[in-house]
């Protein structure tokens, strides 16, 4: 396919179906072409900067990919929460550096990966922990809260030191009592104080 094809291509699936990072055989089965012709094609366009590599064999378009986008490129059994999933609900005022990503597979390689979309960090966690949300690849605010609370707490910080909260009216009493009962009591009693939440 021509540039201005694959700019279509990109542009319509963003419209059509919200997906902008594609696997290299999705990318050769649209362009009709084999994985050696395609591959060969996406090196053109990176060089180009029409697209980038935001993963091993995964390509998207050079603007407007989100971390969300990629995570599960790179480990289909992750999901996104901890502060960037807060920031991403309008909970916290600070714009994280990095994203938490929990798994609950261990990496060979280094747990941080630097993409164009941001600087993945990979924590595989206990299972009681670990739970993805289904379709979903960011945790919920509820979750998330706890997830953070967790982190923080396990490296011996206070959560309100690190960031500054707000809109915490708009959690769910239910689901984060729900949410709760895979931790530790230390964190239902630091997300009541942080929330004004009653916990069960």
Known sequence: ?????WQSFFAEQRQRHGK??????????AAQTTLHTVNTELGRLVNRGIIRRYAHGRYGPSQGVD????????????YITGFYALF??????QVPTEVTCFTGCRHNRKSDRITPAGRLRFLCVPA???ARPPALAV???EQALCDFAWL???????PQSLVT??????????RLNTALRRYPGEVGSTVCRITGIATA
């Open 1 to 5: 396919m021509k540039t201005l094809e």
């Open 20 to 29: 902008v990072v594609f696997s290299v055989a999705e990318l050769a089965n």
């Open 67 to 78: 971390p969300e986008d990629v995570v599960s490129g790179v480990d289909p059994s992750a």
């Open 88 to 93: 991403r609900h309008h909970l916290v005022t």
């Open 128 to 130: 009681r922990i670990y």
């Open 139 to 141: 945790a919920p605010p």
């Open 152 to 158: 923080s707490l396990r490296e011996g910080i206070d």
């Open 165 to 174: 909260f707000q809109n915490l009216g708009a959690l769910s009493p239910r």
